[in-house]
């Protein structure tokens, strides 16, 4: 090679070596800009979301007064449903109450907050209508989380002190129920007490035996003390476990051993 040749070839590789450095410079700036873009709470499909603009995070709304709910939508025609969530809910598919069913999707809607509702941090999820079906992605968007004062206590874990009596007899020849057990404790009611749930629980997996919530009694508890229910004659004899679930607000009890024996040996 000439010395002609060195000296252009020199230059050229600095040149080429200084344009990759900038490029690489260049893109890694693009890809952490991307990555501090803020994230909305909304859920999109095919073009399709949903965000709600208040309640904001960190606003503080007080029980019996009516506030505004607002948001914007794009590609959500019709109707939508309005939903209060509790934040020790981690599903969607369990809200406190049901705020609005089949609105029509204008951005706004008055609330009226349930005077009932207790004081606590609360989010609103609001679900295209249309999106709902069988097969279908649900188009939804959810509020910050955000506050309500109320003069109605926070909802409490329930707590299992004793029951009674603390072996069930059972017919497994019979259809129905068989005896009827009293659950005493605290914290199974309020003045917005929910749904509550009665869990039997195999003692050795933890897993669920039955849910004896359908028995007509037990769907509400008899006061904030007290909860009754039948034992189904279908169960088998057995070392269990009874938990009561506050589960609008996803409070469960601890597990307390129960024993199951059969009446037809």
Do not use: C
């Not at 097969?135 to 309500?148: C, Y």
Request: without cysteine; glycine residues 8%.
């Amino acid at each position: 090679m000439t010395n002609l040749q060195r000296g252009f070839t020199a230059p050229l590789l600095l040149a080429l070596i200084a344009i990759l450095i900038l490029a690489g410079g260049a893109y890694v700036y693009a890809q952490n800009k991307q990555g501090n873009q803020p994230t909305s709470a909304q859920t999109s499909t095919a073009g399709s979301f949903i965000t709600i603009s208040s309640p904001k995070s960190e606003d503080i709304l007080t029980a019996g007064q009516t506030y505004k709910i607002t948001w914007t939508s794009e590609n959500v025609a019709g109707s939508v449903d309005i939903q209060l969530f509790s934040s020790n809910t981690s599903s969607i598919s369990s809200p406190v109450a049901f705020l609005a069913n089949e609105v029509p999707n204008n951005g706004s809607y008055s609330w009226v907050v349930d005077p009932k509702t207790p004081r606590g941090s609360y989010s609103i999820l609001i679900i295209d209508s249309n999106s709902t079906g069988p097969g279908q992605t649900e188009v939804f968007g959810q509020s910050g989380t955000f506050s309500i004062i109320s003069t109605v206590p926070a909802p409490v874990t329930p707590s299992v002190k004793s029951i009674s009596p603390d072996t069930a007899y059972v017919d497994k020849t019979k259809f129905g129920f068989g005896n009827r057990v009293t659950v005493y404790g605290t914290g199974f009611t309020n003045s917005y007490s929910g749904s509550y749930k009665i869990h039997l629980l195999n003692a050795s997996t933890g897993t669920e035996a039955t849910d004896v919530s359908a028995d007509n009694s037990s769907g509400v508890p008899t006061n904030d003390t007290q909860f009754s229910f039948s034992v189904p004659n279908n169960m088998s004899p057995g070392l269990y476990e009874i938990v009561i679930e506050n589960s609008s607000y996803s409070l469960k009890s601890q597990p307390y051993p129960f024993t199951v024996a059969s009446s037809n040996i």
